[in-house]
C-alpha cells in the first residue's frame, strides 16, 4: 500500500493541472480568434512572435492584472510542486535514509546526558550557519529579482561588529545574548585604539563565509540547466539560456557594451578555465549567472566550476567585501562622515543630529546591562532602516510570484504553438 501512495499523489497531482488547463483553453482560444481577426496574426516572423509574446508576459504582474497573476501563479506552484513530488520519489530511497538520521539525531537531540552541552553547541553553530548560506542562496539563486542580503543583512552586522568593536576596545562579546544583541565585555582590559582590523575580520569571518557559500550554491542552476540542455539536446524553458545561445550566433556582429562585455565573460570562462571563473567570481559582477550557463554548456567539470566558484566568493570576494564594511564604519571614518554632515548648507545640522543620537543610542546599548533600566529608543534612523528592509522583502516576494505566473502564461503560450503546428 505504502509504494502505491507516490504514484497515487502524482496522478492526482497531474490530474489537477490538466483539469485547470483544459479550464484555460477557452480562455486561450478566444484570445487567439481575436489576435487572428487583427492584422498581424499570421504575418509576424518568429522573432517578431516571440518578442510579441516576451511582452505580453512581461505585462503579468501583480499591480497590473493581480487576479489574473494570482491564478497563475497558484497553477505554476501546483505544476511545480507535482514535478518535485515526481523527483522526490523518484529518490525515495535517498529521501528514506536522510528520514532515518533526522530520527536518529532528534533521539540523541531529546536523551539527556553529558553530551547534551555539545549537542547544544553544534545545534547552535548548525543553525547560525544554515541563516547566512540560506540568506547567501536568496541572493544569488534568481528567485525573483533576488534579495540583496549583503546590503539588508550581512553588511549592517558586519558594520555593528565594527561598530561594537571600537567602542568595546575588544571583539568578545557575552554569548548569549551575542549574535543576537552585542554588548560590551563587563571587564574592559584592553586599552583604547588597541583593537586591530585582524580581529574584527576574524570575528565575522564564519558569517560572511557561509554567506558566499550560499552565494555559490545559488549559481548551480544555471550550470545544471544549460549543462542538462547540453547533454540532451533539448531546448530548455530559460531566457537566460535562449539569450545566451542568440549571442554566440551574433558574437562577431556584437555592438553594444552590454553584449562586448558578456561575451568578454564567456570568452575568459571558456578559454582559461578555473582561473577564469575564478577571477569572476572573485569580484562584484552582475555577469556572473553568464559564467554558469557558460560552463555547463560547453561541459566544465561540475567541481572546476563549483570549486572555483566557491573559493572565488566565500574566501576572495568576501574578505574584500569585510574589509570594505569594517574600514567604512571604522570609529574615525564615522565621525568624519557625521562631522561632514554638518558642513551641508542649511540642512547640516538638522541632519547631523539624528546621526549624533543615533551613534549615542548606539553606544549606551553597547554598555547596558541587565537590571539597569531600559536604553534610549530607537530613532527614526532605525525605523527607516527596519521599514526599507520589509519593503524590499515584500518586493523580493511580489517578484517571485510574477516570475512563477509568466512562467505558467509562457507555458499556455508553448501549448497553443504546438496545437497550432499539428493542425
Not at 75 to 94: H, N
Request: hydrophobic letters at 45%; proline letters at 5%.
Amino acid at each position: 500500500m505504502a509504494c502505491l501512495e507516490g504514484p497515487l499523489v502524482l496522478e492526482l497531482l497531474d490530474d489537477m493541472a490538466e483539469h485547470v488547463a483544459d479550464c484555460e483553453l477557452p480562455q486561450r482560444r478566444a484570445g487567439s480568434k481575436e489576435q487572428q481577426n487583427g492584422k498581424f496574426a499570421d504575418i509576424l516572423s518568429p522573432s517578431e512572435r516571440k518578442q510579441r509574446d516576451k511582452e505580453e508576459r512581461m505585462g503579468l504582474v501583480l499591480w497590473k492584472k493581480p487576479v489574473l497573476t494570482l491564478q497563475y501563479f497558484l497553477l505554476e506552484a501546483l505544476i511545480t510542486l507535482k514535478q518535485w513530488t515526481s523527483r522526490l520519489w523518484q529518490q525515495r530511497g535517498t529521501v528514506f535514509t536522510v528520514l532515518v538520521l533526522f530520527t536518529l539525531f532528534s533521539i540523541i537531540y531529546s536523551i539527556e546526558g553529558a553530551h547534551q552541552k555539545y549537542v547544544q553547541y553544534l545545534e547552535k553553530k548548525f543553525l547560525w550557519c544554515a541563516y547566512w548560506v540560506g540568506l547567501g542562496i536568496l541572493s544569488s539563486v534568481g528567485l525573483g529579482t533576488g534579495l540583496h542580503t549583503f546590503l539588508l543583512y550581512l553588511g549592517p552586522h558586519i558594520a555593528s561588529v565594527t561598530l561594537a568593536a571600537y567602542e568595546c576596545n575588544s571583539v568578545d562579546f557575552p554569548e548569549p545574548p551575542y549574535p543576537d544583541q552585542i554588548i560590551c565585555p563587563p571587564e574592559q582590559v584592553a586599552v583604547e585604539g588597541s583593537i586591530s582590523l585582524w580581529a574584527i575580520i576574524s570575528k565575522v569571518r564564519l558569517e560572511a563565509c557561509m554567506w558566499g557559500a550560499g552565494t555559490a550554491i545559488g549559481e548551480l542552476p544555471p550550470y545544471f540547466m544549460a549543462r542538462a540542455a547540453r547533454l540532451s539536446g533539448a531546448e530548455p524553458d530559460d531566457e537566460d539560456y535562449e539569450e545566451f545561445e542568440e549571442m554566440l550566433e551574433q558574437a562577431d556582429t556584437a555592438q553594444d557594451f552590454a553584449t562586448k562585455a558578456k561575451l568578454a565573460v564567456q570568452k575568459m570562462v571558456q578559454k582559461v578555465g578555473f582561473f577564469g571563473i575564478l577571477a569572476c567570481a572573485s569580484i562584484p559582477n552582475p555577469l556572473f549567472d553568464l559564467a554558469g550557463i557558460t560552463c555547463g554548456h560547453f561541459l566544465v567539470p561540475f567541481w572546476t566550476f563549483f570549486g572555483a566558484t566557491l573559493i572565488g566568493k566565500a574566501v576572495i570576494k568576501m574578505h574584500i567585501q569585510k574589509l570594505f564594511v569594517i574600514i567604512t564604519f571604522s570609529k574615525h571614518i564615522v565621525e568624519q562622515m557625521v562631522s561632514l554632515i554638518g558642513v551641508i548648507p542649511v540642512l547640516g545640522a538638522s541632519l547631523q543630529k539624528p546621526f549624533s543620537d543615533y551613534l549615542e543610542a548606539q553606544r549606551v546599548k553597547l554598555h547596558h546591562r541587565g537590571g539597569e533600566g531600559t536604553p534610549a529608543g530607537e530613532n527614526w534612523l532605525s525605523w527607516l532602516f527596519e521599514k526599507v528592509v520589509i519593503i524590499m522583502v515584500c518586493y523580493f516576494v511580489c517578484s517571485i510570484v510574477n516570475s512563477m505566473a509568466q512562467s505558467y502564461a509562457k507555458r499556455l503560450q508553448q501549448q497553443k504553438y504546438s496545437e497550432e503546428k499539428t493542425k
